[in-house]
């Protein structure tokens, strides 16, 4: 089975930090990885996502994530932080379709506080 | 880009009472929708995976006859609580993916429901 590990379960820094939030995963097999994030009061969204390819990815707002496969690692990167990025951040692990469904499972989520 | 709607947004009922919560993909077809629960301060816990047209698959431990999920089109799918208690007091939250090709299609969250039985 596979199962998705965010270390820091919560991080306060100060606007203009630098941010990497862990993600580790553990599945054997091709998995897609991805970061959502949900604002305050807000749904979940995409910030960005690795099928294949380059395993540094851009996403939206300035985020990077990096998927180093021998590690089992996508930890989120930013590398200055805005008061508007307070959020709180999952990770997610997909692997590949079985049993005829796609099936996504989440970490516990970062609560992510940027002081002014 | 992909919207996706629940319905309603807060609700609260008795003990003992059924409540359907609603599920809608506005400006797409969601052959598959997903269900989740999240607790306070945890993750979100896949409940079950609906395909449109066919029963859904649930997660170990979820109760199907408790959880009724009903994926009746491309665009609607309905999760009922049935014979609610308070420790189904929770926030539930509906996805839906636009394909069932391939794997890692990206999901479009709603807005969640928050539940709370009296």
């Known amino acids: 089975a596979q199962s998705v590990s965010q270390h820091n379960h919560h991080v306060i820094l100060s606007e203009a930090a630098s941010l990497e939030l862990g993600c580790n995963y553990s599945?054997?097999?091709?998995?897609?990885l991805f970061w959502y994030v949900q604002y305050p009061g807000q749904h979940l969204q995409l910030l960005l996502k690795?099928?294949?390819?380059?395993?540094l990815v851009k996403g939206i707002k300035g985020f990077e994530a990096e998927f180093i496969k021998s590690k089992f690692s996508f930890n989120l990167r930013k590398p200055s932080v805005q008061w508007s990025d307070t959020a709180e951040y999952f990770c997610?692990?997909?692997?590949?379709?079985?049993?005829?469904?796609?099936?996504?499972?989440f970490g516990t989520g970062t609560k992510l506080q940027v002081i002014p | 880009g992909a919207v996706v709607s629940q319905h309603p947004s807060r609700v609260i009922c008795k003990s003992g009472t059924s409540v359907k919560i609603e599920c809608r993909s506005l400006?797409?077809?969601?052959?598959?929708m997903f269900w989740y629960r999240q607790f306070p301060k945890q993750s979100l816990m896949l409940m079950a995976t609906?395909?449109?047209?066919?029963?859904?698959?649930?997660e170990q431990g979820v109760e199907k006859d408790k959880f009724l999920i009903n994926h009746a089109s491309l665009t609607l799918s309905t999760l009922t609580v049935t014979s609610a208690h308070p420790e189904d007091s929770s926030f539930y939250i509906c996805?839906?993916?636009?394909?069932?090709?391939?794997?890692?299609?990206?999901?479009?969250f709603g807005p969640g429901t928050r539940l709370t039985v009296l």
């Open positions: 400006d797409f077809q969601a052959t598959t």
């Open positions: 996805s839906a993916s636009d394909s069932v090709k391939g794997y890692g299609n990206e999901q479009f």
């Open positions: 599945y054997g097999g091709t998995v897609n």
């Open positions: 609906s395909n449109e047209g066919s029963k859904a698959t649930y």
């Open positions: 690795y099928f294949s390819g380059d395993p």
């Open positions: 997610a692990v997909n692997a590949p379709w079985s049993g005829g469904y796609q099936k996504v499972t």
